[in-house]
Every structure is written in C-alpha cells, then in structure tokens.
Nanobody, 122 residues
Framework: VQLQASGGGLVQPGGSLRLSCAAS????????MGWFRQAPGKEREFVAG????????FYADSVKGRFTISRDNAKNTVTLQMNSLKPEDTAVYYC????????????????WGQGTLVTVSS
C-alpha cells in the first residue's frame, strides 16, 4: 500500500485547509485510516482516525469540533477538513493506514504517507 498526502500550505489563524490522502496498491487490506501530525521538536501525535466504512471516527481532544475526517472507499481516499485553525496546529501531517484497527496508537498503522506541511501563521 502506498499513501500520497496533499493539501498542506500556509493559512492564517481561523482559516481552513483540506488535506487529502490517496491510497494505492493492496487497498483491500486497509481497515483503519488516520492522520497524525508532528510539530517541530515534538513527538508525532494522533489527530483523527476512521474505520473502514467511515462511520466510526475518532479525534484527538485538541481538534474535536474543528477537524473532520472522512473516507471515500470508491476512490481510496481519506480527507481531513481542518477549520478554525490555530498556530498550534502547525505541523507536518501524515496519513496512515492500518490493516487491523483504528487507533490513536501509531504502532498499529502499517503504512505511512510522506507528510504534508501545514503552517498556521499571520
């Protein structure tokens, strides 16, 4: 499975961005998909995850109510709509895929995209 993330960029505080991640290869083996992020000098952290059918979604407390994860299995994509962005949301965002679960634990994800930079600054 290969993951290609896109959609990062520079946005002002309060603005919005939409990240997309396209999966290719053995996509039938994917169960959960998620987004993680890593800010400079910090550890990678869970942002959001979605189950295979997209009905079960999970979010980090820091993004609840602002970010929305969704899946389109017909297109093998997962998107992260980010609204009301804050400077502390600045990070490299990674999409990830798991063959076994949807989890906040990075170790359960088998496949990772290359990351896309989101910068929230005025």
């Amino acid at each position: 499975v290969q993951l290609q993330a896109s959609g990062g960029g520079l946005v002002q505080p309060g603005g919005s961005l939409r990240l997309s991640c396209a999966a290719s290869g053995s996509t039938a083996s994917i169960y959960g998909m998620g987004w993680f992020r890593q800010a400079p000098g910090k550890e990678r952290e869970f942002v959001a995850g979605a189950s295979r059918n997209g009905r079960n979604t999970f979010y980090a407390d820091s993004v609840k109510g602002r970010f929305t994860i969704s899946r389109d299995n017909a297109k093998n994509t997962v998107t992260l709509q980010m609204n009301s962005l804050k400077p502390e949301d600045t990070a490299v965002y990674y999409c990830a895929a798991s063959g076994v679960a949807v989890s906040a634990q990075a170790s359960l994800y088998n496949y990772w995209g290359q990351g896309t930079l989101v910068t929230v600054s005025s």
